[in-house]
């Protein structure tokens, strides 16, 4: 059975940092996307960030790039969001999701696999 696990998320000022983590099991990824996105109340489901676990070339939307980081661990079959300088605008519920390619990374239908989700909140 897959599974992808959040974990790392919590409350923090902004201007703060936060790292979550995303542990996979159930089956090999070798290939997949591993991304990251986030949803706020009322708003619909964004693309964060994505990376290929086998080429480890990362991908970033316009709103986090230089802010956030994406990276895994292939030993421990877990990826990563290190989120830095946060704001507000950056809360949501933050979400791992899995696909296989050939994929669109930036739209969430494309991907097969999704966490629960981790909830991020920044005060101001």
């Known amino acids: 059975q897959v599974q992808l696990v959040e974990s790392g998320g919590g409350l923090v000022q902004a201007g703060g940092s936060l790292r979550l983590s995303c542990a996979a099991s159930?089956?090999?990824?070798?290939?997949?996307?591993m991304g990251w996105f986030r949803q706020a109340p009322g708003k619909e489901r964004e693309f964060v960030s994505s990376i290929n676990w086998s080429s480890g070339n990362t991908y970033y939307a316009d709103y986090v790039k230089g802010r956030f980081t994406i990276s895994k661990d292939n030993a421990k079959k877990t990826v990563y969001l290190q989120m830095n300088s946060l704001q507000p605008e950056d809360t949501g519920a933050y979400y791992c999701a899995a696909g296989r390619p050939p994929i669109v990374i930036t739209a969430a239908h494309e991907y097969d696999y999704w966490g629960r989700g981790t909830q991020v909140t920044v005060s101001s």
């Open positions: 159930g089956r090999t990824f070798s290939s997949y996307f």
